[in-house]
């Protein structure tokens, strides 16, 4: 029975050095042993993962240049900690509302026109945005200038005029809603 601990104990060792999170380790720790502490109240671990993920976000922002850190951008419900708004601990997913309802929740006016862009019509909100923070400005995954282009790579219609406008330094946002529209291809 002693060498069974041991190798229980050897293998637990390797679950922490191979990076398990806490909840993990206490379980594998109290199936094996007996007399394991008990794990403090997960609103304790909301607070803490909270408290140290903004921090190493804000400290992000501020390693990047001056104007990368006046971009970035924090949805005001995380910053604020209000999780609740969005995660619900009871359930397997972790969110209140399933990930693609998730966001119309509080912006149930984002998509306005008729011709409405693939991804926002499905809620595919992460596609562009990141949930929590971001190094630019609304949240977005990469800056402005590129993020139409990590998807749309096809041949433009008009491709003699947006190479012009390109050019002079104009994001395909100035033109194109990147959510909707009334007119096709969201022009504004």
């Not at 140290?52 to 005001?76: L, Q, T, Y």
């Not at 991804?119 to 595919?124: D, H, K, L, M, R």
């Not at 977005?140 to 002079?168: I, N, P, S």
């Amino acid at each position: 029975m002693g060498k069974l601990r041991h190798i229980f104990w050897l293998a637990c060792s390797f679950f922490l050095l191979c990076g398990c999170d806490p909840l993990t380790v206490h379980k594998v720790a109290t199936t094996v042993f007996d007399g394991v502490p008990s794990l403090p109240p997960a609103e304790q671990y909301c607070k803490e993962y909270h408290e140290k993920k903004v921090e190493e976000e804000r400290n992000e922002i501020k390693a990047k240049d001056a104007p990368a850190a006046v971009s970035g951008s924090i949805h005001p419900p995380y910053g604020e900690k209000r999780c609740e708004k969005c995660h619900d601990k009871t359930k397997d997913s972790g969110l209140i509302l399933p990930k693609e309802q998730l966001c119309f929740l509080c912006h149930p006016n984002i998509i306005k026109g008729y011709f409405v862009h693939g991804p926002a019509s499905v809620g595919g909100c992460l596609e562009c945005h990141d949930p929590h923070s971001s190094l630019n400005p609304s949240l977005l995954k990469v800056d402005r200038k590129a993020l139409c282009g990590t998807c749309h790579q096809e041949k433009r219609m008009a491709e003699g005029m947006h190479d012009k406008v390109t050019a002079k330094g104009m994001l395909c946002m100035d033109c194109h809603n990147p959510h909707s529209g009334a007119a096709p291809f969201f022009l504004r």
